[in-house]
T-cell receptor
Framework: GQNIDQPTEMTATEGAIVQINCTYQ??????LFWYQQHAGEAPTFLSY????GLEEKGRFSSFLSRSKGYSYLLLKELQMKDSASYLC???????????FGTGTRLTVIP | EPEVTQTPSHQVTQMGQEVILRCVPI?????FYWYRQILGQKVEFLVS????????KSEIFDDQFSVERPDGSNFTLKIRSTKLEDSAMYFC????????????FGEGSRLTVL
């Protein structure tokens, strides 16, 4: 089975840094993805980790520890447009399928 | 930039009616998926499709659901007899097939069952 946990909601201030955590317990593991989803829209890809460590991509970074079943997404220099849900997803070992967590709704305040 | 396209963007139907949701995946992609998202809930996997057959399906994907790739470009999801609880956003997605591939999502089809 798949169990992916992330906080339901977070609030952060414009210009600040926020870290969104994700823990997972899955029957197979072939990579961890972070997606951004604005309300009523499709998820859009942010980052992908398959090996332990930090992947940096502009204002966004993602970290993975496979032994701990843990990842985080780090957003720097927050902007109002970063207000969205952030979805942690684990790819299983079959059919390149992704299993999603419930998402973390981030609200950026002035 | 290539994209996954879905039609219709919104469909309203009566309970018990059949619904077909259509998707055109990115042309050189090999794996195709349907996900659904009930309002306010998480994105849930329904089914994956590879090499013209279902490769994996979830427990949500019961006998009421079917998928088809009727030609070289379209990928459809059929719900035979819709129920109220089928109301959701349905996302089609595709992936190129390499191990680092991200899943590309379409804009979704919102299904409302009355």
């Amino acid at each position: 089975g798949q169990n992916i946990d992330q906080p339901t909601e977070m609030t952060a201030t414009e210009g600040a840094i926020v870290q969104i955590n994700c823990t997972y317990q899955t029957s197979g593991f072939n990579g961890l993805f972070w997606y951004q989803q604005h309300a009523g829209e499709a998820p859009t890809f942010l980052s992908y980790n398959v090996l332990d460590g930090l992947e940096e991509k502009g204002r966004f970074s993602s970290f993975l520890s496979r032994s701990k079943g843990y990842s985080y997404l780090l957003l720097k220099e927050l902007q109002m447009k970063d207000s969205a849900s952030y979805l942690c997803a684990v790819r299983g070992t079959g059919a390149n399928n992704l299993f999603f967590g419930t998402g973390t709704r981030l609200t950026v305040i002035p | 930039e290539p994209e996954v396209t879905q039609t219709p963007s919104h469909q309203v139907t009566q309970m018990g009616q059949e619904v077909i949701l259509r998707c055109v995946p990115i042309s050189n992609h090999l794996y195709f998926y349907w996900y659904r998202q009930i309002l306010g809930q998480k994105v849930e996997f329904l089914v994956s499709f590879y090499n013209n057959e279902i490769s994996e399906k979830s427990e949500i994907f019961d006998d009421q659901f079917s998928v088809e790739r009727p030609d070289g470009s379209n990928f459809t999801l059929k719900i035979r007899s819709t129920k109220l609880e089928d109301s959701a956003m349905y996302f089609c997605a595709s992936i190129s097939g390499d191990n680092t591939g991200e899943l590309f999502f379409g804009e979704g089809s919102r299904l409302t069952v009355l």
